[in-house]
């Protein structure tokens, strides 16, 4: 009886492999062709030059190399920024006309790597016009004129909010004595609506012994997965959060790749940068973030980008930001 059985299965695997390939066709899917837009990446911050990069957008199963990354940099648009009736024309300013010892200022500004700035001619869109530069509580207007089309947004600097506290803790029971992650503190004022954005950099260089020797950790300031919240659920309360260290962008830094990766140190010494942001910011960084952190999996719930760009994608963010530190000790 047993062998009978055994030979029974055997035989309905053997029919049930014979049934898939032999159902086996194939078929050819045809994709509509999606038009190119404008994709902007647009911030203002108090006591700072608006800074607007913008790219084209491309299908997602179109071919990609160098030549085809560079060519969807948009350079010769007309930009504009306004603020209470003033309007101040933008300057392209490209990185392969940045004398090499202002590159780290523009590496920390702008957030592209050395590497990025040294592979493209990446061109921003900024102004030594102080006079629109970031104000708090102030409405600033975004208009772009590109090959024909035109886009616009606008977006509000809030009044900056600082953290009550914030500190570097271990996790666990003390098994793990160096590695650790971020805390703080936050009031949000009895006013629904808030929202708020969390970025951080580790201002430390990298030990004689490491890959990066004498190289900063973090150049610029880094917003990990799930960076941005509003207050729906704690208006009006003071409520601690906790975040682990986020990454560049396609990072190989070692500490990116191995156990460390998420992780501060002790001996790092971590610059915070904690805004506030206007709601339009709010949904267009949470919604950029999920379909992140799904990272194409078939699971996901399928969502949309809310982009906050009239006649294009992307973004303009005005950022009411405080500054605080903290140094890891254990």
């Known amino acids: 009886m047993t062998r009978t059985l055994h030979f029974s299965i055997y035989f309905f695997g053997i029919a049930l492999v014979g049934i898939l390939l032999g159902c086996e066709k194939e078929i050819t899917v045809d994709l509509p062709t999606v038009a190119s837009k404008i994709v902007v990446e647009g911030t203002i911050e108090q006591g700072q030059p608006p800074l607007i990069f913008l790219t084209k957008s491309q299908g997602y199963f179109e071919p990609t190399n160098l030549n085809d990354l560079d060519n969807l940099i948009v350079r010769g648009a007309e930009v504009y920024v306004t603020n209470n009736g003033n309007e101040v024309q933008l300057t392209e300013i490209c990185s392969a006309d940045v004398p090499a010892d202002l590159l780290p200022l523009v590496i920390e500004l702008t957030g592209f790597s050395a590497e990025q700035l040294a592979a493209f001619n990446i061109c921003l869109y900024t102004t030594f016009d102080q006079s629109i530069w970031g104000e708090a509580d102030q409405v600033y207007g975004l208009r772009i004129e590109s090959d024909g089309e035109t886009l616009t947004s606008q977006t509000k600097i809030n009044t900056p909010i600082a953290l009550d506290s914030a500190w570097f803790e271990i996790p666990g029971d003390g098994s793990n004595d160096s590695l650790g992650f971020t805390y703080a503190i936050l009031t949000d004022p009895d006013t629904l609506g808030n929202a708020y954005r969390w970025q951080a950099r580790r201002l430390n260089t990298y030990p004689s012994w490491s890959e990066n020797a004498g190289e900063i950790k973090d150049p610029n300031y880094i917003a ?14 003071s409520f601690e959060f906790g975040y682990f260290r986020g ?61 906050n760009i009239n006649g294009g994608l992307g973004s303009w963010i005005g950022y009411g930001a405080s500054y605080d530190t903290i140094i890891c000790i254990p």
């Open 247 to 307: 990454a560049a962008p396609n990072s190989f830094k070692e500490d990116d790749r191995n156990e460390e990766a998420g992780f501060y140190k002790v001996g790092d010494t971590i610059a915070i940068r904690g805004s506030v942001i206007d709601l339009g910011a709010f949904r267009y960084i949470s919604s950029f973030e999920d379909q992140a952190a799904s990272q194409g999996s078939p699971f996901a719930s399928p969502a949309n980008i809310q982009t």
């Open 224 to 237: 990990p997965l799930g960076s941005t919240t509003d207050d729906a659920f704690f208006n009006g309360l």
